[in-house]
């Protein structure tokens, strides 16, 4: 159940690729963890893409050490921690509002770990908005996974 995978399995891949809201871990240069809100998209079960905040300890590790960590918590006890080197790809994903830039990077996987323990079932890790806010939000979030596809 806790093996690596070289891969991405099929569920994880078919949850990440419409875009899915996702934990970002780094390590600083002193090696203590970090971590940060992204959106993640999978273009096949080698290669995730995310959205980092320019500016941020996460931006600072990646451009250091070129590895990251994703943790993504979806429906039905879908667990993954995926690891691999990344790249930025763009400096600046357009379609993000009211929040700051981001740039975006691709990771080329070099393991998924699958987080499950029986008996225990995570809530999907997802994003909430303010009320009034939260149609905008959404279609903001919809137009960046859909740049970060092309």
Not at 14 to 40: E, I, Q, V
Not at 66 to 91: T, W
Request: net charge negative.
């Amino acid at each position: 159940m806790n093996e690596v995978t070289p891969t991405m399995p099929d569920r994880l891949t078919n949850y990440l690729n419409p875009g899915a809201p996702a934990l970002l871990l780094t390590a600083g240069s002193d090696g203590y963890p970090s971590s940060a809100y992204t959106w993640a998209v999978s273009l096949n079960e080698k290669c995730v893409r995310f959205a980092v905040d320019d500016g941020g300890t996460a931006m600072v590790n990646l451009n250091q050490s070129g590895l990251a960590g994703l943790h993504i918590i979806g429906p039905d006890n879908l667990a993954y921690l995926v690891k691999g080197s990344a790249k930025k790809i763009k400096d600046r994903i357009a379609a993000v509002s009211a929040g700051g830039e981001m740039s975006l990077w691709e990771m080329q996987v070099m393991g998924a770990r699958n987080q499950s323990f029986p008996g225990v079932t995570p809530k999907p890790f997802t994003y909430e908005w303010p009320a009034d806010q939260k149609a905008e939000m959404e279609k903001m979030e919809q137009a960046v996974f859909t740049e970060m596809k092309d």
